[in-house]
């Protein structure tokens, strides 16, 4: 089973400042892409990033994703008021689907 | 463009089945390579898949719901549906359909209580 493991839970920053927010996979193949969802309260979640670096249709360029290995990235360059939510990342593209387990950005 | 919308009761009896049907609309539940998807939030909590069936019919179900679950696929009315028996207190959620990473349906809260 794979599994994927945000950091940090939580992160607390003020508007204009950067984000960066991990998620590491245990294990991914050739078929595996990972994707970056934003959820507010009362809402579904929200793709931001697809195929670990792609930005979303309508996605503004401060949000960015990368990847080393294993290890992926989500970057918001620099925080507006409407980003503080909490950002989910999940795997797919190969069996299972799999999700972290978030990370809240919050306001400092 | 694709989009999803879920439907079903909102209010389940403890050990009954819950069933919810994500309605398909701006394109084919038949089209190859996507994963029709059931996700749930908890709430306060974080996504947690249920399953998914893929375009070929193939399903997977989380581990954890596999012996309650059920997912199918009616591609006359292109809708997915699922089926979770013998529900509990613990189902009540979020339900979430999804053409995964996207479009996903707005969210159908489900309640389990007598």
């Known amino acids: 089973e794979v599994v994927l493991t945000q950091s940090p839970g939580t992160l607390s920053l003020s508007p204009g400042e950067r984000a960066t927010l991990s998620c590491r996979a245990s294990q991914i193949f050739s078929s595996s892409y990972l994707a970056w969802y934003q959820q507010k309260p009362g809402q579904a979640p929200r793709l931001l990033i697809y195929g670990a670096s792609i930005r979303a249709t309508g996605i503004p360029d401060r949000f960015s994703g990368s990847q080393s290995g294993t290890d992926f990235t989500l970057t918001i360059s620099r925080l507006e008021p409407d980003d503080f939510a909490v950002y989910y990342c999940q795997l797919y593209g190969s069996s299972p689907l799999t999700f972290g387990g978030g990370t809240k950005v919050e306001i400092k | 463009q694709v989009q999803l919308q879920e439907s079903g009761p909102g209010l389940v009896k403890p050990s009954q089945t819950l069933s919810l049907t994500c309605t398909v609309s701006?394109?084919?539940?038949?089209?190859?390579?996507?994963?029709w998807s059931w996700i749930r939030q908890h709430p306060g909590k974080g996504l947690e898949l249920i399953g998914y069936i893929y375009y070929s019919g193939n399903t997977y179900y989380n581990p954890s719901l596999k012996s309650r679950v059920t997912i199918s696929v009616d591609t006359s009315k292109n809708q997915f549906s699922l089926k979770l028996s013998s529900v509990t207190a613990a189902d009540t959620a979020v339900y979430y359909c999804a053409r995964v990473p996207e479009p996903w349906g707005q969210g159908t809260m489900v309640t389990v209580s007598s």
């Open positions: 701006g394109g084919s539940i038949s089209s190859g390579g996507y994963y």
